[in-house]
Structures are given as structure tokens and as C-alpha cells.
């Protein structure tokens, strides 16, 4: 089972997520910023490496959102999701094709990976759709 990390970065009520390249394992869909554990690392060291690598920004991590097993045909994963705070830097381009700040009623107009299916409906538990429509800003 391979350790894995994302963040759930909030502004108010939206949420950052983060569109996979194309030439990489689940290319295209939409994902929480993260990636593996290295050997010797904490959860919370690897995800504020992996926002650095991946966004070039610093994240405070904070608690454990919610953590999940799913069996890819490739790969197993153990998932946690920890909330954090951006502290330094504007979100890049780095890794990801794209980059948007959604709402939990636009969960449904994007294709995530498989294992964030639970956390998406967490989401939507935790933080109910807002009266007022909202529309989501694309970083470039």
C-alpha cells in the first residue's frame, strides 16, 4: 500500500483542485494537490514538498480531512487528505494542466480520480451548496 497525500486548500467556500497532465496515470482528471510519502518523511513533510514541487507554494498543514484506501489496476493507495492553508506563493503550474477553485455543487461538472470519490461526498456533506451561484476562477 503506497502513501499517499493531498491537500483540501479552502478560500471561503471554494476549494482548490487540480487537473493531472496528460501523459501521467489518470491523466486528465481532476485531483487535491499531493503525491507519495518518500522514505523518512512525515505525511505532513511530504505534503508540504509536494505543494512546493507541484504549485511552488508553502502550505501549513493542519488536520487530517479524511483518509481513504483504493485500489487502482496499477497501483494501491492509502489517501490522506489533510486541510491546509497556503502561506506563501500564488499557486503555478508546475505539475498540473490546470489549476480551478471550485464549490462543492461544481463537483459534479468535473472527472476526478476514482479515489477521491469518498472525499468528494464528505465535501458535499461537510460544506452544503451555497444559495448563490459561483463560478470558478482558473489560474494560467
Not at 511530504?46 to 498543514?61: G, K, N
Not at 476514482?114 to 451555497?130: C, H, K, M, V, W
Request: charge should be negative.
Amino acid at each position: 500500500m503506497t502513501q499517499v497525500v493531498a491537500a483540501l486548500i479552502r478560500d471561503q467556500n471554494k476549494f482548490m483542485i487540480c487537473r493531472r497532465p496528460a501523459h501521467k496515470a489518470r491523466g486528465l482528471l481532476w485531483e487535491f494537490v499531493g503525491g507519495k510519502v518518500e522514505p523518512g518523511e512525515t505525511k505532513e513533510e511530504a505534503l508540504v514538498r509536494e505543494c512546493r514541487e507541484e504549485l511552488a507554494v508553502t502550505v501549513e498543514v493542519g488536520e487530517v480531512f479524511l483518509e481513504v484506501d483504493h485500489v487502482y489496476p496499477d497501483i494501491s493507495v492509502h489517501l490522506t487528505l489533510f486541510y491546509a492553508t497556503i502561506t506563501e506563493g500564488e499557486p503555478q503550474l508546475l505539475e498540473h494542466c490546470d489549476v480551478r477553485w471550485i464549490t462543492p455543487e461544481e463537483i459534479p461538472q468535473y472527472s476526478f480520480c476514482p479515489a477521491d470519490q469518498e472525499i468528494l461526498q464528505q465535501l458535499s456533506r461537510r460544506y452544503p451548496y451555497e444559495s448563490r451561484k459561483t463560478s470558478a476562477r482558473c489560474i494560467r
